[in-house]
Each structure stands twice: as structure tokens, then as C-alpha cells.
Antibody, heavy 118, light 108 residues
Framework: QVQLVQSGAEVKKPGASVKVSCKAS????????ISWVRQAPGQGLEWMGW????????NYAQKLQGRVTMTTDTSTSTAYMELRSLRSDDTAVYYC???????????WGQGTLVTVSS | SYVLTQPPSVSVAPGQTARITCGGN??????VHWYQQKPGQAPVLVVY???DRPSGIPERFSGSNSGNTATLTISRVEAGDEADYYC???????????FGTGTKVTVL
């Protein structure tokens, strides 16, 4: 069955960077893309961007342009999301999710809590 | 940027029907997807492409989309349907996904 397993919780100081991983299994990794979505405490879902696992093409949310980088490692079927210059309002649960660009997202990872605090 | 507006909350008695709306400019021209999120859990896709259901999702969940409003309908509501629900579309003008503001469904 399709599974997306994410790395564990992180605590970071303001100004630092965080890199979250998302290991896929149960399907052909390069046949789909990966979206990253975050959810601040008590808030709604916010789309961060998407990466093609086939060719590495990316599409980032405008508000995060310049601070976020999404990559994949096809040898391990793993996607990564790095967010730099962290601020307190980046505190959120970060999800990876499978889907082709422009279409539905059908499977989600379990989420990774990133806490930004001095 | 494209905005999707949902009512903050909907309350419904068990066995009744819950309707959750998602408003957006000419949303009827887009494909709408709906996600259910229970506390402490990742979202789950319950309806895609306006009205299709993934395997394993009960027929009680249905969707429609026309004009400026998309609707998720939950028939014969059960206690286990209590959750937050989000609509989502692809905005081709910005090449970005957009999520709705979310609706908390409470089963009385």
C-alpha cells in the first residue's frame, strides 16, 4: 500500500534552517509529484509547493519563494523540503502528499512538527 | 489571488444531512477536491474532481459544483464524521493550489 513516512519533530531557533524528509513506498516514486502543505497550530492548510519526482521541476508558493527548496532522491524514493531563515510563524505541522501537479492529492504523510523558538 | 470561502462551522444531528459549501469566483469551472481532517491526524481525501469518491470512502459522501459554489454533502451523518473539512482547487492563473478556510463539522 502507498505510504509516505516523514522524519521526526524538530525544534529550531529563529534564523536557522530545517530539512524535512518524506520517504515513499508502495508505488513508482517517479510517476507522481510531491506537494508540501503546512498547518500552523489551530489554523488551516497552506500549500507550500510541489516537486516532480520524475524530473525535479518545482513550483513554489509565492510567499515562500527564496526561502524554500524542495528536492528528491530517486535512489531512495525520498522527497525533502528545506525551509531557511525560520521565523516563529513558521511553527507548524508540515505534511508531504502525493499528487500530480494540478490534480488531487491522494496520500499524505503523517506530518512533522517544526517548532521555531528562541 | 484566488480565494475559497467556507463557513467556519456546521452542526448536524446524527442521521441528518450536512452540507458544507466552498465559495469561489466561477469555481464551477474548476475541479474541486475535499479533505477530511480529524484532530491530530493528516487530512484524508474524501471527494475529488467535484463528485468522485476514492475507494474506501462511503457513498454517504458526495459532492457537487456549479457557478460560484461547490458543496460537500454528508448523508446519514455519524459521530465519526466529526472533523474539519477543507476544499481545494488548482488556480491555473497563478499555478498554485488553494485551500479553503476550513469547516468544523460538529455532530450534536
Amino acid at each position: 500500500q502507498v505510504q509516505l513516512v516523514q522524519s521526526g519533530a524538530e525544534v529550531k531557533k529563529p534564523g536557522a534552517s530545517v530539512k524535512v524528509s518524506c520517504k515513499a513506498s508502495g508505488y513508482t516514486f517517479t510517476s507522481y509529484g510531491i506537494s508540501w502543505v503546512r498547518q500552523a497550530p489551530g489554523q488551516g492548510l497552506e500549500w507550500m509547493g510541489w516537486i516532480s519526482a520524475y524530473n525535479g521541476n518545482t513550483n513554489y508558493a509565492q510567499k515562500l519563494q527564496g526561502r524554500v527548496t524542495m528536492t528528491t532522491d530517486t535512489s531512495t524514493s525520498t522527497a525533502y523540503m528545506e525551509l531557511r531563515s525560520l521565523r516563529s510563524d513558521d511553527t507548524a505541522v508540515y505534511y508531504c502528499a502525493r499528487g500530480a501537479l494540478g490534480l488531487r492529492v491522494d496520500y499524505w504523510g503523517q506530518g512533522t512538527l517544526v517548532t521555531v523558538s528562541s | 489571488s484566488y480565494v475559497l470561502t467556507q463557513p467556519p462551522s456546521v452542526s448536524v444531528a446524527p442521521g441528518q444531512t450536512a452540507r458544507i459549501t466552498c465559495g469561489g469566483n466561477n469555481i464551477g469551472s474548476k475541479s474541486v477536491h475535499w479533505y477530511q481532517q480529524k484532530p491530530g491526524q493528516a487530512p484524508v481525501l474524501v471527494v475529488y474532481d467535484d463528485s468522485d469518491r476514492p475507494s474506501g470512502i462511503p457513498e454517504r459522501f458526495s459532492g457537487s459544483n456549479s457557478g460560484n459554489t461547490a458543496t460537500l454533502t454528508i448523508s446519514r451523518v455519524e459521530a465519526g464524521d466529526e472533523a474539519d473539512y477543507y476544499c481545494q482547487v488548482w488556480d491555473s492563473s497563478s499555478d498554485h493550489y488553494v485551500f479553503g478556510t476550513g469547516t468544523k463539522v460538529t455532530v450534536l
